[in-house]
């Protein structure tokens, strides 16, 4: 959904103050860290935002692709991480002339939601294809059908209220009420799938997947999946 990739290449709001955006990068940083199984890995970040915190991600693993579809992101990403040499930047559209079986681990972290399931069948087959034998998807922050808006309200205040930004966080979710954020929520709408239906959808992608126990980031009610490849199993072809 293009309306998407505009509004993150906008200057949103999305994030209620530099604390807060700051905190969720170190988050995400964080747990992405904790997937990663070894130093030497090459790591996948997909649709990876201004990802803020990518130094910590890089001294922790070989290599890291940031890859990110917002052109305005993407420029800052490349002048923010110019100077080091474990990090390299990338459009979605390069990630098809990568090598094939070259990452160990691609991370996807609250952006399924942004794709209609077409859009995210296609990352799949183009992850899928980069990924080697061994290597994991891990697929963050995933909505589920039967969790509306006010969890996403409630998970950001207990965030706030553990980090001290509770009052940013009121003005923001009051900002973001009015916003484009809001308009484009109801307009365009968020792609939530239940756990069984995410897991069948990575099956027919070709992978092997399971819930796990917690989830990126801080919203305890989205989902986290981790997939690796089906062995014997080809992927169904989009024509199937
Ligand atoms: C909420 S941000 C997540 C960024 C980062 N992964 C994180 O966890 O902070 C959503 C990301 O998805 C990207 N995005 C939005 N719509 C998309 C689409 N239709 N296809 C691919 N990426 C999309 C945006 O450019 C943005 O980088």
Redesign the pocket.
């Known amino acids: 959904?293009?309306e998407?990739?505009d509004?993150?290449?906008s200057t949103h709001t999305?994030y209620a103050s530099k604390r807060h955006r700051d905190l969720?990068?170190q988050i995400?940083a964080r747990d992405i860290i904790g997937y990663i199984s070894s130093p030497d890995s090459v790591v996948l970040?997909?649709?990876?935002?201004?990802?803020l915190s990518a130094v910590k991600v890089a001294d922790a693993c070989g290599k890291l692709y940031l890859a990110?579809?917002?052109p305005g992101?993407r420029g800052r990403l490349i002048a923010r991480f110019a100077p080091n040499t474990k990090i390299r930047v990338r459009s979605?559209d390069d990630l098809r002339h990568m090598d094939e079986a070259s990452v160990d681990l691609v991370?996807?972290?609250?952006?399924a939601q942004?794709?209609?399931p077409e859009?995210l069948d296609r990352?799949f087959a183009v992850i899928r294809r980069l990924l080697k034998p061994t290597g994991r998807l891990v697929l963050?922050?995933v909505l589920r059908p039967e969790i509306g808006m006010g969890r996403d309200v409630l998970a950001l205040l207990r965030f706030a209220r553990a980090h001290g930004f509770l009052t940013d966080a009121l003005y923001g979710l009051a900002s973001t009420a009015l916003s484009d954020y809001r308009q484009l929520r109801s307009r365009v709408g968020l792609q939530r799938y239940s756990e069984a239906g995410m897991v069948a959808k990575l099956a027919a992608a070709g992978f092997s997947a399971s819930r796990a126990h917690v989830n990126?980031?801080h919203n305890p009610w989205r989902m986290t999946f981790v997939a690796r490849h089906a062995l014997g199993q080809a992927p169904r072809s989009a024509s199937d």
Do not use: K, Q
């Not at 991370?107 to 952006?111: A, D, R, T």
């Open positions: 959904m293009e998407w990739i509004y993150y290449d999305i969720h990068f995400i970040d997909y649709a990876c935002g201004e990802a990110e579809p917002a992101v979605l991370v996807m972290n609250s952006v942004y794709m209609t859009e990352a963050g922050d990126i980031g």
